[in-house]
């Protein structure tokens, strides 16, 4: 039977009540982005926070050498922008929309008022800030102490987690991303990275076609990410 993964991720959405969600959808204005679009660059000030709606963006910084490298991905349930609302400076990365994407925009005054106002949004976002420092500590502890194939298990393992869909022969990732989003995301060259998806399909681990990766056996990659 396919579903949702087990063990996902709970979302800013999840996280507040029905009334909590008319409130917030009361006060913003749904915003369309069609694949592909720029909806925020990296360098810009910050005017609105983004809850995703429906569709996948994608999170991602250019290096000083010119090097697009990808941080992270949001989904449904997800904030995106809320950091420039928070603290005031100017965006630290470019957001991509990865396929049609449908939001709710909230302006930066409207959403600090919300999440003032209501106590599960405030204690979500602390969690989210709290988690996602967390994660790049890891991530820093990762790029030296683990492999590529390490590294990319690792991250195979969060798309999963987040956004895979379970189905007869494992979890699918229905997500477009290229070998060179996730060699940006591992820290490594596209060769290695390629080279390390090469090794999982061998063992079985995973499968990949046009635009999909489908995880075989997760647990094998939550072993070998830990390793």
């Not at 494992?170 to 090469?198: C, F, H, N």
Request: hydrophobic fraction near 45%; charged fraction near 25%; charge should be neutral.
């Amino acid at each position: 039977m396919s579903g949702t993964a087990a063990g996902r991720t709970s979302t800013f959405l999840d996280a507040l009540s029905s009334a909590d969600r008319e409130t917030l959808r009361s006060r913003g204005t749904v915003r369309r982005f069609a694949r592909g679009a720029a909806i925020a660059h990296a360098g810009q000030l910050g005017d609105r926070v983004l809850i995703i709606l429906d569709g996948h963006v994608r999170i991602a910084r250019v290096t000083e050498d010119g090097r697009d490298v990808l941080l992270a991905i949001r989904g449904p349930g997800d904030l995106v922008g809320e950091q420039s609302a928070l603290d005031g400076l100017p965006r630290s990365a470019t957001i991509t929309a990865l396929g049609p994407v449908e939001s709710l925009a909230l302006g930066n005054a409207d959403f600090l008022t919300f999440v003032t106002a209501t106590p599960a949004a405030s204690l979500y976002v602390m969690r989210l800030l709290a988690a996602r420092l967390r994660d790049a500590d890891a991530k820093r502890v990762g790029y030296t102490a683990q492999d590529v194939v390490g590294r990319l298990a690792a991250r195979l393992c969060e798309l999963s987690e987040r956004f895979g869909e379970e189905s007869a022969d494992g979890v699918r990732i229905d997500l477009p991303l290229t070998q060179e989003d996730l060699a940006g995301w591992v820290g490594a060259s596209r060769e290695a990275t390629a080279r390390a998806l090469g090794q999982m399909r061998e063992l079985g681990w995973v499968s990949t076609a046009r635009r999909a990766i489908v995880c075989h056996d997760l647990d094998a990659l939550r072993r070998r990410s830990t390793a």
